[in-house]
C-alpha cells in the first residue's frame, strides 16, 4: 500500500510538472492583460519558468524516484498514471478559471505544440525511470563489492 500511495504522488508531480508550462502556454494573452506587461515580457518570463520548472523537476524526480521507488519497476507505471491527475487538474483549472474574455483564447499553433509536448512527455517519464532505477542498482552494486 506504501509503494501505491509513493507511485501516485511521484505520478502526480509529473502531472504539476507539465501542467505549468502547458497553463502559462495557453494563458499567454490572458496574464498579458491581468499583468499589464508586454507580450513580449510575458513570453520571456513564462519561458523561463517553464525551463527552471523542467530542469528543477527532473532533477528532484529523478532523486525521488530513485528513493521511494528502491529499483522497483512499478515506477514504470508513472508513465501512465500522471496522465489522470494532469486531466483532473486541467478540468479543475478550467472549472474555476473559466475563459470569459474572448481575446484570452489562445492561438491554434499553441495546441499543436501542447499535443507535442504532451505526446512526448510519457517518454520522457520512462526514460527519467529508468535511469533513476539504474543509478539506484548501481549505488547497490558498489555496496556489495566494498
Given at each position: 500500500?506504501?509503494?501505491?500511495?509513493?507511485?501516485?504522488?511521484?505520478?502526480?508531480?509529473?502531472?504539476?510538472?507539465?501542467?505549468?508550462?502547458?497553463?502559462?502556454?495557453?494563458?499567454?494573452?490572458r496574464?498579458?492583460r491581468?499583468?499589464?506587461?508586454?507580450?513580449?515580457?510575458?513570453?520571456?518570463?513564462?519561458g523561463?519558468?517553464?525551463?527552471?520548472?523542467?530542469l528543477?523537476?527532473?532533477?528532484?524526480l529523478?532523486?525521488?524516484?530513485?528513493?521511494?521507488?528502491?529499483?522497483?519497476?512499478?515506477?514504470?507505471?508513472?508513465?501512465?498514471?500522471?496522465?489522470?491527475?494532469?486531466?483532473?487538474?486541467?478540468?479543475?483549472?478550467?472549472?474555476?478559471?473559466?475563459?470569459?474574455?474572448?481575446?484570452?483564447?489562445?492561438?491554434?499553433a499553441?495546441?499543436?505544440?501542447?499535443?507535442?509536448?504532451?505526446v512526448?512527455?510519457?517518454?520522457?517519464?520512462?526514460?527519467?525511470?529508468?535511469?533513476?532505477?539504474?543509478?539506484?542498482?548501481?549505488?547497490?552494486?558498489?555496496?556489495?563489492?566494498?
Amino acid at each position: 500500500m506504501n509503494h501505491f500511495v509513493k507511485i501516485n504522488v511521484i505520478s502526480m508531480i509529473y502531472a504539476l510538472m507539465i501542467l505549468i508550462p502547458v497553463e502559462l502556454m495557453v494563458n499567454v494573452y490572458r496574464l498579458t492583460r491581468l499583468t499589464g506587461w508586454e507580450i513580449k515580457t510575458v513570453m520571456n518570463v513564462s519561458g523561463f519558468l517553464t525551463v527552471s520548472i523542467l530542469l528543477m523537476g527532473t532533477v528532484s524526480l529523478y532523486f525521488l524516484t530513485g528513493k521511494w521507488m528502491e529499483g522497483r519497476k512499478a515506477s514504470y507505471w508513472t508513465a501512465v498514471l500522471w496522465f489522470p491527475y494532469f486531466a483532473l487538474f486541467i478540468y479543475s483549472i478550467a472549472t474555476f478559471f473559466p475563459t470569459t474574455n474572448g481575446g484570452d483564447a489562445p492561438n491554434p499553433a499553441t495546441g499543436l505544440v501542447m499535443v507535442g509536448a504532451l505526446v512526448a512527455f510519457p517518454f520522457f517519464v520512462l526514460a527519467l525511470n529508468f535511469l533513476s532505477i539504474n543509478m539506484e542498482d548501481d549505488e547497490k552494486e558498489k555496496l556489495n563489492v566494498r
